[in-house]
């Protein structure tokens, strides 16, 4: 007869927290759920837990919060006390939320903190700002914050445990920030018709997306396509416990980018360009496969 293992009250309360986090990206995103089934076990279990505390935040700014009834300045409130709570469960070890306990074990685990989660919750909190972006710089920083910086808290866990030089983790980091870049620029485009229609948000600098012309958005497709390209250059020296996966995520923003740019440009501002769920797992299945057979 197999011996039951006992679990302390924290490794089960933690175990628990992983599982919450693990549901969380199941339910709400088909892409990066399917493609996270991709990585090696350990490694899944800390994305999900990043995933989740992302998650929750961009519903604290764009989703449940608002339908909710929540003002604006509730929102800001609620947002500053899950940064409060996230950077106490960093040093603490714990947290009363199940999902910034989890993400503050992976935080930790994998050596990063504040410096990834500031910038962070700084994105997430100039998204309850009225105000266009003015210039390239603001635009860079915003990005950097929403997107670049939950890429290498990805790397972060990738990297764990690896050795590699200095020069290696740069060049790394410099891939994971563009990927990061172009799937947030990508998401901008596609989201337009509700980010400009419904919340009022113009991401672009001197586009006004009411009267953006082909000219333009083949401009800021050609950017998201150098960002993808530079990306894909370092996927193939990734460790094999991520490579696959992040293959497949590269692959599923390539297609929606190619997508995105066969649309007209009018037809944005009412239609949200999809990957259908055949062709997401057909990316997949193509990821799983050797290198030599692609």
């Not at 992302?54 to 609620?78: I, K, N, P, T």
């Amino acid at each position: 007869m197999a011996k039951r293992v006992v679990l302390s009250d924290l490794s089960l309360y933690s175990f628990v927290a992983h599982r919450s986090s693990s549901r969380i990206i199941r339910d709400y995103s088909t892409s990066f759920g399917l493609a996270s089934r991709l990585l090696s076990a350990g490694i899944r279990t800390r994305v999900e837990d990043i995933y989740a505390l992302v998650r929750v935040a961009d519903e604290v700014v764009d989703g449940a919060a608002e339908q909710a009834g929540l003002g604006l300045d509730r929102q800001r409130a609620l947002l500053d006390a899950l940064e409060a709570e996230t950077n106490a469960a960093l040093e603490d070890g714990y947290s009363t939320n199940l999902v910034v306990h989890a993400f503050a074990i992976t935080a930790r685990d994998s050596g990063f903190g504040a410096e990834l989660t500031a910038p962070f919750f700084a994105s997430m909190r100039r998204d309850l700002s009225p105000l266009d972006f003015t210039d390239a710089q603001e635009l860079a920083d915003y990005i950097y914050g929403s997107a670049e910086v939950v890429g290498l808290m990805c790397l972060a866990v990738f990297l764990r445990d690896q050795p590699i030089s200095e020069a290696e983790r740069l060049r790394f980091d410099a891939g994971a920030r563009r990927l990061g870049a172009a799937f947030q620029k990508i998401n901008f485009l596609r989201d337009l018709a509700t980010d400009w229609t419904t919340l009022g948000r113009s991401y672009f600098p001197g586009v006004d997306p009411a009267t953006l012309t082909e000219e333009q958005k083949l401009e800021l497709v050609s950017d998201i396509e150098r960002d993808l390209d530079a990306a894909g250059s370092v996927i193939p020296d990734l460790p094999a416990g991520c490579r696959r996966a992040v293959a497949a995520a590269h692959g599923l923003f390539s297609v929606l980018t190619e997508r995105v740019k066969a649309t007209p440009a009018a037809e944005l501002l009412s239609t949200r360009v999809r990957v259908s769920t055949r062709t997401k797992l057909t990316i997949l299945a193509r990821s799983m496969m050797p290198a030599r057979a692609l």
